[in-house]
């Protein structure tokens, strides 16, 4: 097996024994990656030279038997709207191309603080919007198991470069299905933490009340293992939650017997790709097949999801965005005269269509006369969707669907916002309920394209959804590796 | 034909808390530029704001003493417009769900009382400043997210003499429960206003314009009495006022139209998703009102009714907290309110006023002060050399009786000494005798006069005045 | 069409975008397919149901009012695209 495919347990565990050093495993990633970015394109800056020599530092501190992290010598790949001190983040946007942060988002000192090992970060559409990765300023990441295809978005580098081998793992940013939905696509596990779990301080805003940081890794034992050491209150961030966190993974390789699984007909009601749809109902028989009860049910908000997170999101986007003006940091235009040029020529340069299209329909849902007709009834809709959630998680444990409608699509194949837009109806109902969801890759296509189902669980209850994925990973003995 | 002015302020207060409302940046005026600003304020991205605890109780401390209502609920809204002194090019504020609701205070001008509504006071974060330089503007952030109170009056004031009174009000009150100086030279209050003019009798209200630019109380009266006299003038020409933001010219003495920021109309409020909401039980309003010390009003009538003060005095004292404080410690040590009263509403307010001193920072104990009221009251110094040695013991510190030891300033009471100086003075001065004599009465001031320069001042004037009458009635 | 070219013109405005003609068109178009979509929240009767601005139920979460780190002004200013002598310039604001 080669280093750069290890799992962290893997990874950890070589490291401990000293059967291999963190210097050759960080190598052998760095090498990995120059081996494969000119196909996929997954990252936007790497970190060789700092990356080595933290990974050296490292095996000092380990050969002079002093206390390490638990993530010590693991190298990672970051997310490039996540702010890495003295290290560009950028969101992938001209906006920010030479901005390097004077300090580390809270997940970053984080990690630090457990010695893992920055290796690069990632590309992602711009400013987080988007779910393919086409919308990045540094250009389409690939996928790799089709380097025709993308690899998901907004979180395609970090999906791509777990599944590529590039790093151990990585973290993305979910705000309407940013993480998993591109893990589904890449074959790797994603996770998106109850909102309020992951402190967003330091991760640039796409839409604050949606956003959570959350891990991109090869297992689900990996991604309890980050979120154990990336969760919990930051003072820093009011929408932290106030809480007791639990150990996460805690109690996760128990059997799934009795476990209560609901069936929202309304996903299998959709547009699904054949596949997608008969791996999703493969993953139904395997919950039966574990012991769990499994039950149709309803989710009768479902179709006005989209709507709603597409009207809250933009809301909030163009409200954060608006602060990059061309004075205090970022892209300044050269053409301008006056103070107003200034402002918009910045403003049109630096962002892309995307971005510049959410930005116009959050203002106008908010503008005067629009507010109550998109916007309060956007939230008031919010509302029954959360009631919804509420209500069937009175009765199930988990719910599960298809992570996504169809697999990996072609690079350039949705001409419309709308289409693109459809890509997330699976994932977005979980933001706006502000629950937790994990993807968990369940099988290949014909073509050789990952496929993946959607475990839902209530607010705060990662565990019981971690023990549900983790049983769910062993009986679907999903084992492709993209040949990159 | 008659008008009436009509009134509105918005008044804005910036609070004395340690730091800003959302970030932990020192609250400081006068630091160098950009160096009370950190990534949040700086509007980073990434950075997310932090409501200061003490903002939100400094805003109700300041609701309480205005009266205002305190609903349990309320939350922080974005305010968006793009100006460079906005770091996240929206301002966080409250929109539907203030910090305090209705309020009422009285204030007297004119001589008459009159209650004036607060419609709200909600808090927010306060913008940078701009320095305008060639053809460039410099930024600063350093005020950037300092915690402002805004006060939003109803339309109550009709003359500029009440506006003063409430601006008095408001910042006597903001003194007295340590939110704010209330410093218009500095900024640490700002006042915008509302203004229309209507016939009298008339139900309909004008069009309005808004005042800025206003820093200092006597500005906001000019500014009044100019911009309704415009009105009229206007009106009367068969003209209309637009509905606009003027800018007032205080050197100029006139207002003159605003730019308006262009999209300025149109804040696309929402609520800030970055905070969470504000709740404040009934208990913990209770609490705060509890700690609020005696205010303004309450002491201004206890003085009244305690010391038997006139309303004037009264109202002149509780002014500042610190004068208050200063006549409430020398009525325990000396317990003559009037006389204490009168030296301080004019040898103190002199001396404070002459060397720009704040009251805050009164140079003399009450202990040293009643120690010289009583010198004077017992004759051990005439009350002009009373001034005098008040005035030294503000300059130097010193004690009134060291400062009478060491220039020799004790009242001469010996008569015999006092009348033969008279005797002199009246043999020298056949002139003013004969007026005296004459029936011009005020001729015997000259002889006082003389006797007391005879004497530097130290002569009972009392003594000196019975002597001269009598010697010059004997003449 | 929903969205009017002066509407598309007076966001861009309040959004601080110039857009050229097609910019404009096309964002017609996008918005107004948008939004259309969007008309689906009507067929949801809201009448009575409360607007959730915060997922998460908590309530004055507060620091206190004491100072913290203090920036140097240089690292403060050094991602500003202009500067000079300890501000940040923008061309000259007249109001």
Partial sequence: MELTSLSIKQAAELLEKKEVTSEELTKACLERIEAVEPQINALVTVCADEAVEAAKCVDEKRAKGEALGKLAGIPAIIKDNMCTKGILSTASSKMLYNYKPVYDATVIEKLKAEDYVLIAKANMDEFAMGSSTETSYFGVTKNPWDISRVPGGSSGGSAACVAADEAIFSLGSDTGGSVRQPAAFCGVVGLKPTYGTVSRFGLMAFASSLDQIGPLTKNVEDSAFVLDIIAGNDSKDSTSAIMDYPHYGEGMKRDIKGLKVGIPKEYLEQE???????SYLDAVR????????????????FDYALSAYYVIASAEVASNLSRFDGIRYGYRTEQYDDLKEMYKNTRSEGFGDETKRRIMLGNYVLSSGYYDAYYLKALKVKTLIKNDFDRLFGQYDIL??????????????????????????????????????????????????????????KAFDENTMFRAAWNFEQAAGFDKKPTL | MKYETVIGLEVHVEMATETKIFCSCKNEFGSEPNTNVCPVCLSMPGTLPVLNEQAVEYGVRAGLSLNCNIPNYSKLDRKGYFYPDLAKAYQISQYDFPLCGHGEVEV????????????????????????????ESFVDYNRGGVPLMEIVTDPDFRSAAQVKAFLDTVRANMEYIGVSDCKMEEGSMRCDINISVRPIGSERYGTRTELKNINSISAAQRAIEYEAKRHIEVIEDGGEIIQETRRWDDAKGRTFPMRDKEEAHDYRYFPDPDLVPVYLTDERIADIKASLPELPAAKRQRYVDEFGLPEYDAGVLTMSKYTAKFFEDSVAVYREPKAISNYIMVELARLLKENNVEAKDIPISPEDFTDLLKMVNDGVINSSVGKQVFEEMFKTGKKPAQIVEEK??????????????VQKIVAENPKPVADYKGGNKKAMTFFVGQVMKATKGKANPKTVNELVKAELDKA | ?????????????????????????????????????????NELNTEGVEPTSYILKQQNVVRKDIPGKVWEREDMLKNAPEQEDGFFTVPKVVD
Avoid at chain 1, 286 to 301: H, N, Q, R, S, Y
Avoid at chain 2, 108 to 135: F, M, N, P, S, Y
Wanted: charged share 25%; net charge negative; proline share 5%.
């Fill in chain 2, 108 to 135: 007297e001008a004119d001589g008459e009382k009159h209650k004036i509504g607060i419609t709200r006071i909600h808090i927010e974060e306060d913008a940078g400043k701009l320095v305008h330089q060639g053809t």
């Fill in chain 3, 1 to 41: 069409m929903r969205v009017t070219l002066d509407e598309v013109e007076r966001i861009a405005s309040l959004s601080m975008l110039s857009l050229d003609d097609e910019k404009k068109e096309m964002l017609q178009k996008n918005l107004d397919e948008i939004l259309g979509h969007a008309q689906k929240l």
């Fill in chain 2, 408 to 421: 020799d300033l004790k009242q001469n009471d010996n008569a015999d000494e006092i009348l033969a100086l």
């Fill in chain 1, 286 to 301: 395997l919950f039966e097949e574990m012991g769990a009860i499994v039950e149709e049910t309803t989710l009768p908000t």
């Fill in chain 1, 272 to 278: 699904i790709d054949a596949e997608v749809r008969q």
């Fill in chain 1, 400 to 457: 599960l669907s298809p992570t996504a409608p169809t697999p990996a699509f072609q690079v350039g194949a949705k001409s419309t916002p709308l289409e693109m837009y459809v890509n997330d109806l699976f994932t977005v109902p979980v933001n706006i309920a502000g629950v937790t969801a994990i993807s968990v890759p369940s099988g290949v296509t014909k073509e050789g394209l990952p496929v993946s189902v959607q475990m839902i669980a």
